[in-house]
């Protein structure tokens, strides 16, 4: 059981049970013992990912959290793309690039209210939520040019992780992915450094890699080509 001062929730972790092709086998069930949402039970891909929202938002604690985890769930939502065009929204609010016309005469602040008031828009494709439904990119087209200035992306997709404050395994196969920066851009490098060449041929036949690819990757007995194995 984990404590904390507004309510606790329990944990459920399941031996084994991860994301197709992933090693760490780091998914988990949260179950709400407390609160509003008492016996609201979300998977999630690591123990602590529900409560990666606490802090970030005013009056946005482990039960709400949770709760909100669980409607990303419900409305087939990716978790942290409705969070990069909430966050994307408030920040346009906040530099005044976007006003109250924009935000359907709501104001736009880092609180619970707003975090799932606009959850719901851009579910449903409500006034400002129909805008942002269509991506970072998109949306900035229809806000105008400072919007367009304030993007951050990475092949038109949100980074999940900052590549300009650090350079490790993680950030730079969300470089260089052709599919933009998403979360399994980074996979065992990003997860597990210092692994050896050996390990990660093993990991690479797991996944029924050919041979010769893997004899391209881990192309000697200390080093691997990070690039090729992403």
Known sequence: ILQDPLQSFQVGSRTGHACPTCPMACRSSVRLEEGEYAGLTVP?????????WVGLYDRLDDNRSIKYMELCTKYRLDRFSVQALIDYAIDLYKHEIINQNDSD???LNRDAETFVSLLEKIYRREGIGD????????????????AEERVVAVKGQEPFVEPRGRLTGWEFAGCVNPRGSHVVAGITPAFTPGRTPEQIAHYCRKL???EEAIARIC?????FNLARLI
């Open 44 to 52: 999630q891909s690591i123990t602590g990912d529900s409560s990666g």
């Open 105 to 107: 005469g709501q104001e």
């Open 131 to 146: 805008i942002l439904a269509d991506g970072l990119i998109p949306a900035s087209k229809k806000f105008g040019k400072l």
């Open 208 to 210: 029924h890699v050919p």
């Open 219 to 223: 192309y000697s007995t200390t080093e």
